[in-house]
């Protein structure tokens, strides 16, 4: 499967955005789907997973309460919807596609990568 994220942009803080990253192929609701980020100087982090079916999910604790990921499996589309955006959330955003539907916030567990859409929060 092929990834791509779009979505990312220059944001004041505590303002929103939201993320897609659109699947290739017919088999995107056979995958359990991830957001991933990573900012300068450090290394790549969970965001938060989303089961294939949508029925679960799993959100890192710095973004609890401000993220929501979900997915369309009609439009093969996973979503990130980002609120009360801070500047620690800068990064650039990778949305991910494993083939195992647990232990989803280890970044070996992801099979398929996007090319990743940049977040600046900055006023």
């Known amino acids: 499967v092929q990834l791509q994220a779009s979505g990312g942009g220059l944001v004041q803080p505590g303002g929103s955005l939201r993320l897609s990253c659109v699947a290739s192929?017919?088999?995107?609701?056979?995958?359990?789907m991830g957001w991933f980020r990573q900012a300068p100087g450090k290394e790549r982090e969970f965001v938060a997973a989303?089961?294939?079916?949508?029925?679960?999910?799993d959100d890192a604790d710095s973004v609890k309460g401000r993220f929501t990921i979900s997915r369309d499996n009609a439009k093969n589309t996973l979503y990130l919807q980002m609120n009360s955006l801070k500047p620690e959330d800068t990064a650039v955003y990778y949305c991910?596609?494993?083939?195992?539907?647990?232990?989803?916030?280890?970044?070996?567990?992801?099979?398929?990568w996007g090319q990743g859409t940049q977040v600046t929060v900055s006023s």
């Open positions: 991910a596609a494993s083939y195992y539907p647990s232990y989803l916030y280890q970044l070996g567990k992801y099979n398929y």
């Open positions: 192929g017919r088999t995107f609701s056979s995958y359990s």
């Open positions: 989303i089961s294939w079916s949508g029925g679960r999910t």
